[in-house]
């Protein structure tokens, strides 16, 4: 059973970068067709796509987040990162990290696991 | 970037009936890349459905999905306690996105 589990800073100031990591567990991060993503939601609100990273390191990011975002994979850890620079209030939110599984012949997939998520606040 | 319009907001129902969920896509969702999630308070989203209307694994058969091109829709077929939450549809292809949710809520 795959598990995957966020950790980082809880607080963040406004203008700073914020660092979160997502260490899986249950299997290996580089085998399989997998894809390993951030997905955001602010409190009361909706689901927002962050960005996703294949085992082979190429990435797929949310044109509106594209010029702050960057996802990294560390495979001898087992983990995944999500920087987001230059932070405001709004990039306030429970964070979640997932696995996206491509079915049969397509190229992408749904989230069949995600991290149970951890909140990050922006503020000074 | 393709939006997606989830309607009703909020669906007021009994147990036992029947709920009927719609999603409406901007431009047409290639290879049917549409999934169904659930979440309740406090807890990460759950996988429904994928391919439009695949049931993953474990979910009961009393959840169906339908739809290709722009309009989807999730039918809960007989609504139990358990299925009072919101529920999301999203399309997964090269730039995901979310639509806004329904919420189901006991009537």
């Known amino acids: 059973q795959v598990q995957l589990q966020e950790s980082g800073p809880g607080l963040v100031k406004p203008s700073q970068t914020l660092s979160l990591t997502c260490t899986v567990s249950g299997g290996s991060i580089s085998s399989g067709s997998y894809y390993w993503s951030w997905i955001r939601q602010p409190a009361g609100k909706g689901l927002e796509w962050i960005g996703r990273i294949y085992t082979s390191g190429s990435t797929n990011y949310n044109p509106s987040l594209k010029s702050r975002v960057t996802i990294s994979v560390d495979t001898s850890k087992n983990q995944f990162s999500l920087k987001l620079s230059s932070v405001t209030a709004a990039d306030t939110a429970v964070y979640y990290c997932?696995?996206?599984?491509?079915?049969?012949?397509?190229?992408?997939?749904?989230?069949?696991?995600w991290g149970q998520g951890t909140l990050v606040t922006v503020s000074s | 970037e393709i939006v997606l319009t989830q309607s009703p907001g909020t669906l007021s129902l009994s147990p036992g009936e029947r709920a009927t969920l719609s999603c409406r896509a901007s431009?047409?969702?290639?290879?049917?890349?549409l999934a169904w999630y659930q979440q309740k308070p406090g807890q990460a989203p759950r996988l429904l459905i994928y391919?439009?209307?695949s049931r993953a694994t474990g979910i009961p058969d009393r959840f169906s999905g339908s739809g290709s091109g722009t309009d989807f829709t999730l039918t809960i077929s007989r609504l139990e306690p358990e299925d009072f939450a919101v529920y999301y549809c999203?399309?997964?292809?090269?730039?995901?996105?979310f639509g806004q949710g329904t919420k189901v809520e006991i009537k």
């Open positions: 997932a696995r996206e599984r491509p079915r049969g012949l397509q190229r992408y997939g749904p989230v069949d696991y």
């Open positions: 999203q399309q997964y292809g090269s730039s995901p996105t």
């Open positions: 431009q047409s969702v290639s290879s049917s890349y």
């Open positions: 391919g439009a209307s």
